[in-house]
Nanobody
């Protein structure tokens, strides 16, 4: 069992940076792939970024590639999402997700554990 708690969201201006954190409880963190998804009002939840469990291979949605960076610290049971050059269209609730696997999938239905989400609002 893994519990995930996101933090770090807030209101920023376009062009600003923000770092989201996702703290995981439980002993299985090192065996889980981790991902960030986001959901804007009236839209489906979409994949943002993911990271493998051991060799830290990373995967990104084309919309955020080059602006967002996902990383993990297995000693702290935490995954991060560094976001830079934020745009108003990045406004959404950002969710952390995990599953026991070696390679992270990119569809929400394949993830077992979810955090409660953290709101990111980017003003123009």
């Amino acid at each position: 069992q893994v519990q995930l708690v996101e933090s770090g969201g807030g209101l920023v201006q376009a062009g600003d940076s923000l770092r989201l954190s996702c703290a995981a409880s439980g002993r299985d963190f090192r065996t889980h792939v981790m991902a960030w998804f986001r959901q804007a009002p009236g839209k489906e939840r979409e994949f943002v970024a993911a990271i493998s469990r051991s060799d830290s291979r990373t995967y990104y949605n084309d919309y955020v590639k080059g602006r967002f960076t996902i990383s993990r610290d297995n000693a702290k049971n935490t995954v991060y999402l560094e976001m830079s050059s934020l745009k108003p269209e990045d406004t959404a609730v950002y969710y952390c997700a995990s599953r026991y696997d070696s390679t992270p999938p990119t569809t929400p239905l394949e993830y077992v554990y979810w955090g409660q989400g953290t709101q990111v609002t980017v003003s123009s």
